[in-house]
C-alpha cells in the first residue's frame, strides 16, 4: 500500500532532515522529512526505531507472572497493561470476576485514566498549547506552564497525584503494582484507603471540569488554527458497553467509517483477528494494523479519546456526557475531527474517570473480601481488551496444559495509531513545512501532532524541555548543510 | 560447653552444641544467611554469614561457639564482602525482581536491600536455563537457583525422596532433577513436601499462587530481613541429631 507523501518517487535528489530525540520514556520515535532544494516536502515518516521483545520473552514463562511482566512495557500506562494481560488470563482460566474484583480493578483503570490524562495534558502538551506550538523553546515546557499560570499547574501536578494514590490503593505501588492476578484481585481497598479517597475526590471532579473548560477556550481563541491543525478524514474503533454508553474497562469492539456509519457493532473481541490485520512496513519497527476486510490501503483507523468520545452513544456519568454533547456540536461538529480535538476529548474523558471514581467510592463493593473467583472451563486462549488512556489494548496467549505461555500477541493503542499519526504529521509537513526553511518552532509543529495522539513516544516527552534534540539538513552530496541543536537545558543553538 | 563470647562487643550466652550463628540468632541478632535453615544442619556453602572469629574469617554457621571468643560480624569490611557474594549470585543465575512472584518473600533480595546492594556491579552471566513446568502442582524456575541445596538436603532427609541433586563442577554446577527424563514430573515430588517449602529464592514455586499476597503485606515489606532474626532461630533438635 503507499500513502501520499509516504514514499518519495526519487528519494536520491532530495535532503534529508531527521528530528530524533533520545529517548526518557520507555518509546524510540523518530520523524525523518525528504525536503528538495526549494524545501517541497516530498516524504515524511513517524518510524518507531525500538524492538520490545516483550511477545517473545514471555513464552515459556508460568501464566500468573505475565500480568505483572508485561506491565513493564510503560511506565506511564502500566495499568493498561497489567489488566489487559489479566483479563485475557481470565479468559484461559474460564473464571468470571467477583463484583469485589471487577469493581477493585475498575478503580485502578479509572486511577490510570486520571493520571495519565493529567500527565498529558497537563504536563507534556499544555506548553505547546498555552505558549503557542512555535513559541520560544526555552519556555515552551512544564516549568514555563508553572510560572505563566501556577494554580492551572498544580492542579494538573494534584490530579496526576490523586490518580496515583488510587493506583497506590488498588495495586500496591503507584507504578507496576501486583493488585491484579488472573481470576480476581489480591486486595480491595482498607476502609481507611475508602476514607482517604473519598475526601479529595469531589474536588478531583471540580477541577476535570475546570480543565475540560481550559482546553475549550483555548480551541474558542484559536478556531480556525485548532481545526485545521494535521486535520485527516479516518475511521475509528473503540470498544463500547452492551447498550452503547462508553465503557473503558470492558464491552464490545465498535467501528465507524470516516462518515460515522457503524461498520461493525458489538463484535466480541475474542475474535478480533476475524476484523483486525497488521501490515509490516521495513521503515518501522511497529506494525500497521487495518480492518482485514478492506485491505491496509483502505482499512486503517483510528483510536483513543477522540474516538471513543464521538463513538459512543452517551458516557454513563452526568457532566461527562454533557461536555460530551457539547462537544460533538461545536462548531457543527468540526472539533470532533480535529487532530487537536483529541486533548478536548481527553478531558471530558477525565472528568469521566474523576465521576466514576467517586460512584466506585461510595460503592461497598470496593472494600468487600471476596477477591478471586474460583477457575471455571480452562481454555488455552484468551484475549483482553481495554481502552488503555491512548487508546484501544489487545493482548492475547495461549497457554499450554503445563501453565505455561507459548504465544503471545500484543497490539498497543499507539499501535493502531500508526498510519492515523503518520497521516496526522504528513498533514502539518504540508500546512506549514512545505516551501519553508526548517526552524525548530515549525518541527516542533510536527511533534505537537504526535502529542496530541501519543505521550508515550520519546519525541512527545521533549514538552519537558529537556529532551536533547539535533536537526541536521544534509545535502545530496552528504555536506552538512545547515544544524539545529537543542541541548538538555532546552536551549537551541545554531551550529 | 555452656558459656558467653563477644559478637560486636555485646556478650552472647550459649547452649551446649549451638554454633555461633544459632547462638546469635537465639539471642536476636541477625546473622546475614542462605543456605542455613533452622531444621537442617549447617552446610556452610553460602558464606554468607562469615565473621571474624578471633580475628580470623569462618562461618559462623558451622563454628562451635567456645567460651571467650571475640566475634565481630556487623563490620564494614566484612558486610563489603557479603554484599559481593550477594552481587556475584544475582549476576550468575537471572534474578528479574520486578516480575518474580517471590519479589518480597525471597531471601536474596531481602539481603540485597539489607546489604546496600545498589548495582549488579559484576558482568550478568545469562544462563539459558529453561522453566520445568512439568508438575501438575509444582514449578521449577532453575533461572534463580543460588545452589544452597536446601531441597536437595530437605527431599533427601526429610522427604526420603532424593528428588534433586547437583549436577556439573564449579562453573557449571547446576540444579537437577532426579529422573532418566529430567521433569520433575516423572518423580514421586509432592506439593506437600518439605523440598517445596525451604527454597529461600524463587526456585521451586506451587502454581497458580503467584502475587496472591498484595504489596504491604509479603515477609519482607513489614520489617527488613535484618530485622526478623526470630524468624530463624535454632530449633531443636536439628535434622542431623535427630538422625
Known amino acids: ?432 513545512l512545505d516551501g519553508h526553511e526548517v526552524t525548530e518552532g515549525l518541527l516542533n509543529h510536527i511533534e505537537v501532532a504526535i502529542r496530541a495522539f501519543d505521550p508515550c513516544l520519546s519525541c512527545a516527552t521533549h514538552a519537558l524541555g529537556r529532551m536533547p534534540l539535533e536537526v541536521a539538513i544534509v545535502s545530496r552530496d552528504g555536506t552538512p548543510v545547515d544544524s539545529l541543536m537543542r541541548d538538555a537545558r532546552g536551549v537551541c543553538t545554531r551550529a | 560447653m555452656t558459656g558467653t563470647f563477644t559478637l560486636d562487643g555485646r556478650e552472647i550466652a550459649f547452649e551446649p552444641g549451638q554454633t555461633v550463628m544459632q547462638a546469635a540468632l537465639a539471642a536476636g541478632v541477625f546473622v546475614p544467611h542462605l543456605c542455613y535453615h533452622p531444621e537442617f544442619r549447617p552446610h556452610g556453602s553460602c558464606k554468607l554469614c562469615t565473621m571474624k572469629i578471633n580475628g580470623r574469617p569462618a562461618t559462623s554457621c558451622t563454628m562451635p561457639a567456645v567460651a571467650g571468643m571475640e566475634v565481630e560480624s556487623d563490620t564494614a569490611e566484612i558486610n563489603d564482602k557479603r554484599r559481593m557474594l550477594v552481587q556475584m549470585l544475582l549476576v550468575e543465575g537471572n534474578h528479574f525482581c520486578p516480575s518474580c512472584e517471590m519479589s518480597g518473600n525471597c531471601k536474596l533480595q531481602a539481603l540485597g536491600y539489607t546489604l546496600g546492594v545498589m548495582t549488579p556491579h559484576f558482568t550478568h552471566f545469562f544462563p539459558d536455563r529453561p522453566v520445568d513446568a512439568s508438575h501438575p502442582e509444582m514449578l521449577l524456575d532453575f533461572n534463580r537457583c543460588i545452589l544452597c541445596e536446601l531441597c536437595i538436603r530437605a527431599s533427601a532427609e526429610v522427604d526420603k525422596k532424593n528428588v534433586f541433586a547437583l549436577s556439573g563442577r564449579g562453573m557449571k554446577k547446576h540444579l537437577v532433577v532426579n529422573a532418566e527424563s529430567g521433569r520433575l514430573a516423572d518423580t514421586d515430588f509432592a506439593a506437600t513436601d518439605k523440598a517445596a517449602e525451604v527454597c529461600p529464592v524463587g526456585v521451586i514455586l506451587k502454581k497458580r499462587r503467584g502475587f496472591a499476597v498484595p504489596i504491604g503485606k509479603r515477609t519482607y515489606d513489614i520489617k527488613p530481613i535484618n530485622e526478623q532474626a526470630e524468624r530463624f532461630k535454632p530449633v531443636a533438635p536439628t535434622v542431623r541429631e535427630k538422625a
Not at chain 1, 493529567?118 to 507534556?124: D, G, P, R, T, V
Not at chain 1, 499560570?149 to 503507584?174: C, S
Not at chain 1, 485491505?295 to 456526557?321: K, M, Q, S
Open chain 1, 1 to 432: 500500500m503507499s500513502f501520499e507523501l509516504e514514499t518519495a518517487s526519487h528519494p536520491e535528489n532530495l535532503r534529508r532532515v531527521a528530528i530524533e530525540p533520545v529517548s526518557r520514556v520507555e518509546g524510540h520515535g523518530k520523524v525523518t522529512l525528504l525536503l528538495d532544494d526549494d524545501n517541497r516536502v516530498h516524504q515524511v515518516r513517524l518510524h518507531i526505531v525500538e524492538f520490545r521483545g516483550f511477545e517473545r520473552f514471555i513464552q515459556g514463562r508460568p501464566y500468573w507472572e505475565v500480568p505483572v511482566m508485561v506491565q513493564r512495557l510503560c511506565g506511564i500506562c502500566p495499568v493498561s497493561h497489567h489488566l489487559a494481560a489479566s483479563k485475557a488470563l481470565d479468559m484461559v482460566l474460564g473464571a468470571r470476576l467477583t463484583p469485589t474484583a471487577e469493581k477493585v480493578r475498575r478503580l485502578m483503570h479509572y486511577g490510570q485514566i486520571l493520571q495519565s490524562h493529567a500527565l498529558h495534558f497537563f504536563h507534556l502538551s499544555s506548553p505547546d498549547l498555552l505558549f503557542g506550538f512555535g513559541s520560544n523553546v526555552a519556555s515552551r515546557n512544564v516549568v514555563g506552564v508553572i510560572a505563566a499560570a501556577p494554580e492551572t499547574a498544580k492542579k494538573g501536578v494534584l490530579l496526576r497525584k490523586y490518580g496515583q494514590e488510587v493506583i497506590r490503593m488498588t495495586a500496591g505501588k503507584r507504578v507496576h503494582g501486583t493488585g491484579s492476578i488472573p481470576g480476581g484481585v489480591n486486595k480491595s481497598l482498607a476502609a481507611e484507603e475508602r476514607e482517604s479517597l473519598r475526601k479529595d475526590i469531589y474536588q478531583m471532579v471540580a477541577w476535570s471540569r475546570e480543565a475540560v473548560q481550559i482546553i475549550r477556550s483555548l480551541f474558542e481563541k484559536n478556531l480556525a488554527e485548532y481545526n485545521a491543525f494535521g486535520r485527516f478524514e479516518a475511521q475509528s474503533m473503540s470498544l463500547v458497553r452492551a447498550d452503547g454508553a462508553m465503557d473503558l474497562y470492558h464491552g464490545g469492539l465498535r467501528a465507524r467509517d470516516a462518515t460515522g456509519k457503524l461498520l461493525f457493532d458489538h463484535f466480541d473481541y475474542g475474535r478480533y483477528w476475524d476484523v483486525i490485520a497488521e501490515e509490516v512496513k521495513p521503515w518501522s519497527y511497529m506494525k500497521f494494523p487495518f480492518f482485514k476486510n478492506q485491505g491496509p490501503e483502505h482499512g486503517w483507523y483510528r483510536v483513543g479519546p477522540l474516538t471513543r468520545v464521538a463513538n459512543c452513544d452517551f458516557i454513563p456519568t452526568p457532566l461527562a456526557d454533557r461536555e460530551r454533547q457539547q462537544f460533538l456540536a461545536y462548531d457543527g461538529g468540526s472539533a470532533a475531527g480535529a487532530t487537536l480535538g483529541y486533548h478536548w476529548a481527553r478531558m471530558i474523558e477525565m472528568l469521566h474517570a474523576a465521576e466514576s471514581i467517586k460512584d466506585l467510592l461510595n460503592d461497598d463493593d470496593v472494600v468487600g473480601t471476596d477477591l478471586a473467583a474460583p477457575p471455571g472451563q480452562r481454555q488455552e486462549r484468551g484475549v483482553g481488551v481495554i481502552e488503555a488512556p491512548r487508546g484501544t489494548l489487545i493482548h492475547h496467549y495461549r497457554v499450554n496444559e503445563n501453565d505455561e505461555v507459548i504465544r503471545a500477541n500484543l497490539i498497543v493503542s499507539t499501535t493502531h495509531n500508526n498510519q492515523a499519526m503518520n497521516e496526522a504529521i504528513r498533514q502539518v509537513a504540508r500546512q506549514y
